[in-house]
């Protein structure tokens, strides 16, 4: 849960506040062009009001702190091995010290945390903020290890990167929650830690509880793809199955027009007119036009284009032009020639957009190869743990050109090979064994609760349905990439709102008992989204809506 690059676009950019909100994991290249349009569109980062109470009062020097005592290596080095500096975060300004209740917002793959996480949430964790003041929780956030400041080794090369994984990660949390427990006042060993985060922080917060559940209570896992998936086809599988979505604007005619818009422009790239293909790359201003004959080069072309489209930022109230499906498919459903509709898209961005459109493939590996640029942190875990690779292949749903196949398996993997010398093969095995060690969609860790947007394509690689009684799942109709962790609006959709109670009551469940009868009512009136009671989603590809218990 999806980073931005200088030459990459990582998920339209997993993440995730992640090329404005949408970032998450994609492996899409960067056009700068396009971040300017996520940001100028607002998306869900933008313009939201963040929680607002005393705590607002606290300095940031008190906010941020730092374990000096954190192993490098915690599979193989031991506890004698050599350590370094891990950042956390705390606020201690709800702490109750007879509930004895600690909330641990996990970092993950953003940008650098800043100490204000633990005032406001940031995008990860704004209800958990309110959560806490209702509970009296004490809040921890925690710094993931090469990202920000919390640099084991001084670069990213391949010597220093081979210290990063989740699993190295998870080994950080085990260690700092027995630190935060010996060095804060008050805080008693038995104290019950509940973890939160979203995309990929969100996969960490339900991986603490499955392989520590002594030391992390609960875990409320948003939109965590836990499922490594080489070769990631369902990702724009719900990409086309969002354009049809009607509650967030879609139509079956918004996708076949989408589809006819990106037919063309692989119609032209795989024809036998050069001439046709340097119109095209004039018409949408590429920098050097002789690129576009190169077959990476394509991929470069046609991929930013994606970057177009909310993809996982969807954002119903926003205000900008063609900000959001809704808006985008009035666009395509109006105008009567779909490749007009997506060059108009293009020109939008106006004066934000770049002099030119630089499809270099050469200069975005290049980029990559970079060993000062942070960038190659989640690609690293892309390519020795995950995967992830959203592709677009013939015979699948993905709306966006598959002919040419540039945006196939094979791309990908050239990265990792180019960037860090890791093999095809080998990435492939590392997704293999990543399932293996954390059982993927069969997670079976109790107390987690993994809520899901309908139209975030990353809900694809997650948990959809309970692996045992004590697992509860949610699917947030029409929302987008953990937008319920977001800070409040005063717009927010009815199904994120509803989503944020539900969370509450879970983790009042878990920390204070069960459901009062007010609850169980509300519910009821819902219409029949009981705890107790296995429901059935529809809507196809996207989910419906409906906590499974």
Not at 435 to 452: E, K
Request: proline share 4%; hydrophobic share 35%; aromatic share 10%.
């Amino acid at each position: 849960m999806v980073r931005t690059t200088s030459a990459l676009l990582v998920a339209a950019v997993l993440a995730s506040t992640c090329v404005s909100s949408a970032r998450a994991f994609s492996l899409a290249q960067d056009v700068s062009f396009v971040r300017d349009q996520v940001s100028r569109r607002g998306g869900l980062g933008a313009g939201h009001d963040h929680h607002t109470s005393e705590v607002d009062d606290v300095p940031v020097d008190r906010l941020e702190y730092w374990y000096d005592g954190q192993l490098l290596d915690h599979l193989n080095g031991g506890e004698n091995g050599e350590t370094w500096s891990q950042r956390y975060f705390m606020n201690d300004t709800f702490f109750d010290k007879n509930k004895q209740l600690v909330f641990l917002c996990v970092g993950g793959e953003g940008p650098a945390l800043q100490p204000t996480v633990v005032v406001t949430g940031g995008e990860h964790c704004a209800w958990m903020i309110n959560l806490a003041e209702k509970f009296g929780a004490l809040i921890v956030a925690a710094e993931h290890r090469f990202y920000g400041k919390s640099m084991p080794k001084p670069d990213y090369s391949v010597d220093s990167l081979q210290y990063l994984s989740s699993q190295q990660a998870q080994g950080d949390l085990k260690r700092l929650r027995s630190f935060v427990t010996n060095t804060t006042d008050g805080l008693e060993s038995y104290a019950k830690w509940i973890t939160f985060g979203g995309s990929y922080p969100g996969m960490m917060a339900a991986w603490a509880r499955m392989l520590n559940p002594d030391l992390f209570h609960a875990s409320v896992s948003s939109s965590a793809p836990v499922q490594a998936e080489l070769n990631m086809q369902g990702y724009n599988d719900v990409v086309a199955y969002s354009l049809t979505d009607q509650s967030v604007g879609g139509s079956l005619s918004c996708l076949k027009n989408v589809k006819l818009a990106f037919m063309h422009l692989g119609d032209v790239l795989t024809g036998e007119s050069q001439s046709d293909m340097e119109q095209l790359a004039k018409t949408y201003n590429v920098c050097n036009v002789s690129q576009i004959f190169e077959e990476r080069n394509q991929k470069m072309f046609l991929e930013g284009f994606w970057g177009l489209f909310p993809l996982q930022s969807n954002d119903p109230s926003c205000e900008g032009d063609y900000c959001n499906y809704q808006k985008i498919c009035d666009l395509f459903d109006k105008q009567d020639d779909p490749r007009q509709s997506l060059l108009t898209l293009f020109q939008s961005l106006g004066p934000q957009a770049p002099q030119c459109y630089d499809i270099s493939w050469s200069e975005m590996i290049k980029s990559m190869q970079d060993i000062h640029s942070q960038d190659r942190s989640w690609i690293w875990q892309t390519c020795t743990e995950f995967g992830f690779y959203q592709t677009c292949d013939p015979n699948t749903y993905c709306p966006f050109t598959s002919f040419p196949h540039a945006s196939d398996l094979d791309s990908y993997l050239d990265i990792c090979k180019q960037a860090y010398g890791i093999e095809g093969y080998d990435v492939a095995n590392a997704v293999i064994e990543s399932n293996q060690f954390y059982s993927g969609w069969n997670c079976n860790a109790t107390n987690v609760f993994f809520v899901n947007g309908g139209v975030d394509p990353w809900h694809a690689a997650s948990v959809l349905f309970p692996n045992n009684k004590e697992q509860k799942t949610l699917m947030v109709k029409g929302a987008s990439h953990h937008a319920w962790t977001h800070p409040l609006t005063g717009h927010d959709q009815e199904s994120v709102t509803e989503a944020r109670k539900d969370i509450e009551e879970i983790v009042a469940n878990w920390v204070v008992g069960p459901a009062t009868k007010e609850d169980v009512e509300r519910r009821m009136r819902r219409g029949g989204r009981r705890l107790g009671r296995r429901r059935t989603r529809g809507g196809g590809l996207g989910g419906g809506t409906g906590i499974v218990v």
